[in-house]
């Protein structure tokens, strides 16, 4: 059965969308952006209060890469909170009366399935090109941010190959589309990676700094400091190039320069004891503390429209 403890499968989250969606439809509601390589509905959903007129919106993505087990964890608790604390919990509420949020819980489903099935440490997609005996590209180096110039590999059996041209896989394809479509309403982008304990906003193409920094990394050391409240996890916070490393063609910037300011990149626990083997019994504790820095931004983002 499901659980938001346990790490589940894909079709365990396939169906948990299906049921989460239709018993709850005063706040939920759920729209398929396209299939993946292999065929699978790509389902974003969208809580938030029924409105007459267009709210803004915050746009949230998990499992860009395949190994990350905690970041669809993530987004199927963020929903079960959000659909559990309206009404009961001001901020939510509030956020929910105003804003809608998009969740799309699992970004690269036929890498998370295979990383379920055959290669538990799989990061990209699971694309094919004749020519090439390689497997997928790396949805985070694929999105049309100065793609491939840097921290990325042109090689189609590297982990981070940016694929053979800019959105060349359909998953990246299906969630750009989805963005560009309601670029006038989405005012933040959040994308939850693991692990590290980092929260990045752009740039990771360029050291240049972001026309928006220092806003930037306010909201983010704000952010950080809600989330250390709960168990005392300490994160870093700042542009990724900087402290992370350059990489271009991610998600973050490529929405930040298509005019979504409130950019951010979650890497989630740990620092590397576990790193992607990230034991269940730590799902509870870092999902709870993520909810207080994902609160604290959408807050800020709520405040600032
Ligand atoms: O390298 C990545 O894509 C992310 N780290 S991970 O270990 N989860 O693979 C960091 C992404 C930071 N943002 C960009 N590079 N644009
Ligand atoms: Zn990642
Ligand atoms: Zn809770």
């Known amino acids: ?134 497997i997928g590209a790396d949805p985070n180096r694929n999105f049309n941010a100065g793609w491939c110039t840097l921290g990325a590999s042109s090689n189609p059996c590297s982990d981070t190959f940016c694929g053979y041209s800019p959105e060349s896989e359909i998953e990246v394809k299906n969630v750009a589309n989805f963005i560009r479509r309601n670029k006038s309403i989405i005012k933040a982008y959040i994308t939850i990676h693991s692990y590290s304990q980092l929260l990045l906003f752009p740039y990771s193409y360029t050291y240049d700094l972001a026309a928006d920094h220092s806003e930037l990394l306010k909201v983010a050391q704000g952010a950080s400091a809600a989330l250390r409240s709960l168990y005392g996890t300490r994160y870093t916070s700042g542009p990724g190039a900087a402290t992370i490393y350059p990489a271009a063609g991610g998600s973050d910037d490529w929405a930040y320069d298509l005019g979504v300011k409130y950019s951010y990149t979650f890497e989630l626990r740990d620092t590397g004891r576990y790193g992607f083997l990230l034991p269940e019994s730590q799902i509870k504790p870092t999902c709870e503390e993520t909810m207080l820095a994902v609160k604290y931004i959408a807050a800020y983002v709520q405040k600032n429209l």
């Open 1 to 134: 059965a499901h659980s938001y403890t346990k790490y589940n499968s894909w079709d365990k989250i396939q169906s948990w969308i299906a049921s989460i969606s239709s018993s709850n439809s005063a706040l939920i509601s759920k729209q398929v952006i396209g299939n993946t390589y292999e065929g699978r509905p790509m389902t974003v959903l969208k809580l938030g209060k029924r409105s007459s007129s267009t709210k803004p919106a915050i746009f949230m993505d998990c499992g860009i890469h395949a190994r990350e087990w905690i970041s669809p964890a993530f987004c199927q608790w963020f929903v079960k909170e959000a659909l559990s604390t309206y009404g009961r919990d001001s901020q939510m509420t509030s956020l929910l009366n105003q804003m809608d949020v998009f969740v799309l819980p699992v970004f690269n489903i036929d890498g998370y399935d295979f990383t379920h099935k055959s290669n538990r440490m799989w990061r990209k997609t699971r694309s094919r090109k004749s020519g090439s005996s390689c």
